[in-house]
């Protein structure tokens, strides 16, 4: 009964928007000077994150690609917009706090600027900011919102970018199984603390998975950019135009490193990796338990684990605790103005 109680909660503080709640232990959110936490922000963001008059078809939003019910990605290899992207879409769960870069390869700092990208791109919503500032400016309804934030005045693409903004940082992620867990108020399954025990490296007596190094407690990521080995010979010989980090460093040290993604609501997640190469934890688990493939970057901690068939179940086991307990389709549904 517990979590019924947090969920109606949630749905309070999301509804009526007091103040941005989150886990005493998560740490501070990213925010930008200019841009302070707003009711009426996070209101007209969500309503334009849901809506497609933003792409140059009127078909597109931001929620066709980020649905809630699938911790905010859209189950497919990579991401499809007017065309398709050669990258998967990365949850926006606790994107708020991502504060070393945005995107797989960490191309844009803020949530602001990273608004301002998919919906002039050719391959995603494909409406040049111009015209998008026209819509917004001749609509009745956004007219009156931004007027209600900003004052009569003309709204340009950065008064969008960060009331889009706003809204993302809202998707907090911090109320699963393992966070009551954490907290004291529900336990584990024999198989999940075993898990758990992998997880961490937190038990002599049984094997060691590595996992923690990258995916850090209470994020799930330490939004660092980690080879991790996935990539095949061929790949690694230049037969691929991917790159990853080393696209916006220019580093080749770099070459096929991306964002660590967070490992929160991951069993709602597949397929993974940033291609979206792998169809299920079994297959992730398999990659980094025959110790990935060579290459000269990659991270250390990407070694063979001699992992059971027991040891990976219950790991996975434990990755099932870090799906949140309310249903976002649910909060999306609730009515915004």
């Not at 302070?36 to 066709?64: H, M, Q, T, Y």
């Not at 209600?148 to 889009?164: F, Q, R, W």
């Not at 758990?196 to 996992?211: N, V």
């Not at 597949?270 to 079994?282: C, E, I, N, T, V």
């Amino acid at each position: 009964m517990y979590h019924w109680f947090l969920l109606l909660i949630f749905v309070i503080c999301f509804s009526c928007k007091r103040e941005l709640v989150k886990p005493e232990y998560f740490p501070p959110l990213s925010w930008p000077e200019g841009n302070e936490f707003s009711n009426e922000k996070v209101l007209a963001g969500k309503r334009l994150f849901f809506d497609p008059v933003l792409s140059i078809n009127r078909k597109i939003s931001c929620g066709s690609c980020h649905i809630p019910d699938l911790a905010f990605t859209d189950g497919k290899a990579v991401a499809k917009g007017l065309k398709s992207l050669s990258r998967s879409t990365p949850s926006l769960f606790n994107i708020g706090f991502h504060a070393k870069g945005l995107f797989w390869d960490g191309n844009t700092l803020s949530l602001e600027k990273q608004a301002l990208i998919p919906v002039s791109s050719p391959l995603e919503m494909g409406l040049p900011w111009v015209e998008a500032e026209k819509r917004i400016n001749k609509s009745s309804f956004y007219s009156r919102v931004f007027k209600k934030i900003y004052g009569d005045i003309y709204i340009d693409s950065m008064m969008i970018a960060e009331v889009l903004a706003q809204f993302q940082r809202t998707l907090i992620a911090g109320n699963s199984k393992y966070d009551l867990v954490r907290s004291g108020k529900m336990s584990f399954t024999p198989n999940e603390k075993r898990g758990w025990a992998i997880f961490f490296d937190a038990d002599p007596m049984l094997p060691s998975a590595e996992c923690s190094h990258c995916h850090v407690d209470p994020l799930f990521t330490d939004l660092s950019f980690q080879n991790n080995g996935i990539h095949s010979e061929a790949e690694i010989s230049g037969m691929t135009k991917e790159k990853g980090r080393e696209l916006v460093t220019k580093n080749r040290n770099d070459r096929f490193k991306f964002k660590v993604p967070t490992l929160r609501n991951i069993v709602k997640t597949a397929p993974y990796m940033h291609d979206g190469r792998f169809k299920s934890l079994d297959e992730v688990l398999n990659h980094y338990n025959n110790g990935g493939n060579d290459g000269f970057n990659v991270s250390p901690n990407v070694r063979k684990l001699n992992l059971t068939e027991k040891d990976k179940q219950d790991l996975i086991a434990f990755l099932h605790t870090l799906t949140d307990l309310y249903s976002w389709e649910k909060i999306n549904s609730e009515k915004t103005y």
